[in-house]
């Protein structure tokens, strides 16, 4: 993930694209803290609600990966499945790591 790809998904500026980079990176840091949190409580209905917000937002921003991984963690979540959870998290961390990294001053 970069932020560059908002700048050409959403055809706004570099700057604009950054702000929301930074934004976003943010929210998704933020996110993947509830989902985290929620497993270890075994809040299915939790998990289920920030994984069907992380898929609308990464979406909207052209970040298809991270929504099609958001997805799939809302679907199992939904049939009441933390199964597997571990890697799903892995990667969308090593998903949010590479925003991070395509940041100036970072």
Do not use: W, Y
């Amino acid at each position: 993930m970069d932020f560059r790809d908002i700048e050409s998904f959403l055809g706004v500026d570099k700057n604009e694209a950054e702000e929301l980079g930074r934004l976003l990176a943010d929210t998704l840091s933020s996110d993947l803290k509830k989902i985290r949190q929620s497993i270890r409580n075994n809040d299915v209905k939790a998990v289920c609600f920030v994984a069907h917000s992380m898929k609308g937002t990464t979406g909207n921003l052209g970040f298809s990966r991270f929504s099609n991984i958001a997805e799939i963690m809302e679907t199992r979540a939904r049939g009441g499945s933390l199964d597997d959870f571990p890697d799903l998290l892995l990667e969308m961390q090593t998903l949010l790591e590479e925003l991070e990294g395509s940041l100036p001053g970072k």
